[in-house]
């Protein structure tokens, strides 16, 4: 079995035999001494003797009986809290080594990323310029060239509708 320092590992068999041995002490504890000492028990001759008191009284007189199992209580409340503060510690240490082993990871990505310069920047940009000059040279004829052909045809369209109006107006 390995150990941690930081946290104790106990088999399930040692605290197995450590709760049977437990639970045997309280129960002659709780089931003979208390019960003779403050409940009743029996006289030497076998008589069944009952102590009893009056309400108050009584309840603080018997204060084992009902402190014990209040303490018990409170001590598994307590370790159960414990286990689960422990458990969320560790959970939340846990988070943070992630999240720290993800932000090295990426200032080691970042780090690993190439500077680029303006030479290796524009070395590829300047072969494939004077392609795309020729290309933006060729579309912007073309564009002249449509706008030139849709204007005569707007000249030519106008021309044919006033001779349509001259034709149309001396007829009448």
């Known amino acids: 079995?390995?150990?941690?320092?930081?946290?104790?590992?106990?088999?399930?068999?040692?605290?197995?035999?450590?709760?049977?041995?437990?639970l045997a002490v309280l129960y002659y504890f709780w089931e003979y001494y208390l019960f003779n000492h403050y409940l009743g028990g029996f006289t030497h001759e076998g008589y069944l003797v009952q102590r009893s008191q009056t309400g108050l009284?009584?309840?603080?007189?018997?204060?084992?009986?009902w402190?014990?199992?209040?303490?018990?209580?409170?001590g598994l409340t307590l370790l159960w809290h414990q286990a689960t503060l422990n458990q969320a510690r560790r959970r939340?240490?846990?988070?943070?080594?992630e999240r720290a082993m993800?932000?090295?990871?990426?200032?080691?990505?970042?780090?690993?990323?190439?500077?680029?310069?303006?030479?290796?920047e524009t070395a590829p940009m300047q072969k494939i310029l004077p392609d795309?000059?020729?290309?933006?040279?060729e579309l912007k004829t073309a564009?002249?060239?449509?706008?030139?052909?849709?204007q005569?045809?707007?000249?030519?369209?106008?021309?044919?509708?006033?001779?349509?109006?001259?034709s149309e107006t001396p007829n009448s």
């Open 92 to 97: 939340i240490e846990q988070l943070e080594e």
């Open 152 to 166: 005569a045809s707007l000249d030519f369209i106008e021309k044919l509708l006033l001779r349509l109006n001259a």
């Open 143 to 150: 564009h002249e060239t449509l706008q030139q052909d849709y």
């Open 57 to 65: 009284h009584f309840f603080l007189s018997v204060w084992p009986l």
């Open 1 to 22: 079995m390995k150990t941690n320092a930081k946290t104790r590992k106990i088999s399930w068999y040692t605290l197995l035999v450590t709760t049977v041995v437990v």
């Open 67 to 74: 402190a014990f199992p209040l303490a018990v209580g409170i």
């Open 102 to 120: 993800q932000q090295a990871a990426r200032r080691e990505a970042e780090v690993e990323k190439k500077p680029v310069g303006m030479d290796q």
């Open 132 to 137: 795309v000059n020729n290309e933006f040279e």
